[in-house]
């Protein structure tokens, strides 16, 4: 019988994503972000806008010339800014994941009986 995921094992993966990307960072000399949270929430406005223009392009079946790299691009860097959000903070999102991933089950999986 296959495992059942669950919300915890998506939390453990994030966790450990973290951790790999901040041996990534120390191992090529990437310091902290010395933005300032208004920049950096500036920063994810920008990105979000290049994503919303990927996806316009696409469409319209008018891509952009470099679709989908662009696209990804984009999205890598929206990460990345949330990312220094969380550090410039020192903030743990486990919780927060966790809750959102449940309540995406129990509204909207096809898979899962509804707990009320």
Known sequence: MPKEWNSDDVVEAWNNFLEVYGKFKSSNGLPESQM???EICTALTDKNGRIAREI?????????????SGLTEAMTGYLIYMLMLISRYNIKIDDGMKKELDSAVSQ???FVDKKE
């Open 56 to 68: 316009k392009h696409f469409e319209r079946n008018d891509p952009k010339p470099n679709f989908p």
């Open 108 to 110: 909207w999986s096809r």
């Open 36 to 38: 300032g949270a208004f």
